[in-house]
């Protein structure tokens, strides 16, 4: 059994950095300092395959209570996934099928586990329980929520007024999402900003059932690459914790100097005071912002590959995206044909992932053969023996050879 860890100052940080809001500060503080072995949900649903950095600024505050001895659970929403979470939309959600959840959830684990001790955490799935409700259980469930607490939501308010289709599904959403609490008996729920209703249904909740109330901890939403909107996969502005060091560390030296320090807060593993020390050089403008993106990737990298790869990814983008060189060492490909389309060739060395995404990219000037820019999406490419490289954007490099 891990000893629980009850230093103020590491509390203090628990409960301050990359923090929103506390609900109930005290309470969770006292809970906390006494010793007890907490128990932590986190909850996600399954909508998509890939966790990005903005997921691991939670993954990180639950990491934290790992640390502090405390007992994590890692719920997966395999039962609210068919929903979706309405949060923030103003339409329905498509509903997600068994399959699709089933191949979204399979590396979600895996991928928790770049950042936490996956042996020592608690994974459930909430069909373990919302799939077997009776009917009479559910009516007991709906008769602890009223219809007015439900829908002072502003995002259902609002499409409560503009006439816009609200399905009761996407109505129970943040009751199932409570009731999961109830049947975890969660000590703390932590989740992003957005999540702050649903989570404080948890607590409603948990008082109806007679339990002690959740404390919870909601953080910020990490912006994406380009700043403004939040990280997220459907913008295309996201760094995903699966990336291949060398295009880690590449995106992150293309986010916004504006968003520098926020990374820094949100995403690095630095102490405190050093990050202060960091916001203050970018503020006094006596440092390039170049140099800190550079610490700043090399520090995120070296969390999910390592010190090594983190090094290798800083060289490669110095000799690739700085000096403009060829590296040393790329995928080759070999082709049993000598003339090819250049928006097929794009597809068969898996340099995009559909031919209208490859027309896109040469279109937009972001596709380089034998170091010539290609604009022309009906170029015919001559394969050579000896090889050709192609060349996607600043950083992607393959090599193709004719037989």
């Not at 600043?394 to 004719?402: A, D, M, N, S, T």
Request: charge should be positive; aromatic fraction near 6%; charged fraction near 30%.
């Amino acid at each position: 059994m891990s000893k629980i860890i009850t230093d103020k100052n590491k509390i203090e940080e628990v409960l301050t950095r990359g923090v929103e809001e506390v609900l109930v500060r005290d309470s969770l503080k006292k809970k906390l300092l006494s010793g007890e072995k907490l128990r932590i949900k986190f909850g996600i649903d399954p909508t998509g395959s890939v966790l990005h950095l903005g997921h691991a600024v939670v993954l990180r505050k639950l990491k934290e209570f790992q640390d502090l001895g405390h007992q994590v659970i890692f719920l997966i929403g395999d039962f609210t996934a068919r929903i979706g979470d309405p949060t923030g939309r103003s339409s329905e959600r498509k509903s997600l099928t068994d399959k699709e959840i089933k191949d979204n959830m399979k590396t979600y684990v895996k991928q928790a586990g770049l950042l936490l001790d996956m042996k020592k955490i608690a994974v459930r799935h909430n069909s373990a329980w919302l799939s077997k409700l009776s009917f009479q259980k559910l009516i007991e469930l709906t008769s602890k929520v009223t219809y007015a607490q439900v829908a002072q939501r502003a995002d259902f308010k609002e499409r409560i007024k503009n006439d816009i289709n609200l399905s009761l599904q996407e109505f129970m959403y943040p009751v199932m999402q409570g009731y999961d609490s109830v049947e975890l008996k969660a000590d703390v729920e932590i989740g992003g900003r957005d999540q702050k209703f649903n989570l404080l249904m948890g607590r409603q909740l948990q008082k109806k059932y007679k339990q002690l109330e959740q404390d919870i901890i909601t953080c910020p939403l990490l912006e994406g690459v380009y700043g403004k909107d939040k990280m997220s996969k459907s913008l295309n502005n996201y760094i995903a914790l699966t990336e291949k060091a060398e295009n880690m560390y590449g995106k992150i030296m293309s986010i916004v100097d504006e968003m520098i320090g926020r990374y820094f807060e949100l995403c690095a593993f630095l102490p405190t005071a050093e990050i202060n020390e960091i916001k203050k050089q970018l503020k006094d403008g006596k440092v390039n912002p170049r140099d800190l993106k550079m610490k700043l990737a090399f520090e995120i990298t070296k969390i999910y590959h390592g010190e090594k790869k983190a090094r290798e990814a800083e060289e490669y983008f110095i000799k690739t995206v700085q000096k403009k060189e060829t590296p040393d060492s790329i995928t080759n490909y070999e082709l049993r044909i000598t003339n090819i389309n250049i928006v097929d060739l794009l597809v068969d060395v898996k340099m995009a992932a559909s031919k209208s995404e490859a027309r896109r990219l040469i279109e937009q000037g972001g596709i380089k053969v034998g170091g010539e820019v290609i604009k022309d999406v009906n170029k015919e490419i001559n394969i050579i023996k000896e090889g050709i490289v192609i060349q996607r954007g600043k950083r992607q490099f393959v090599k193709v050879i004719g037989n």
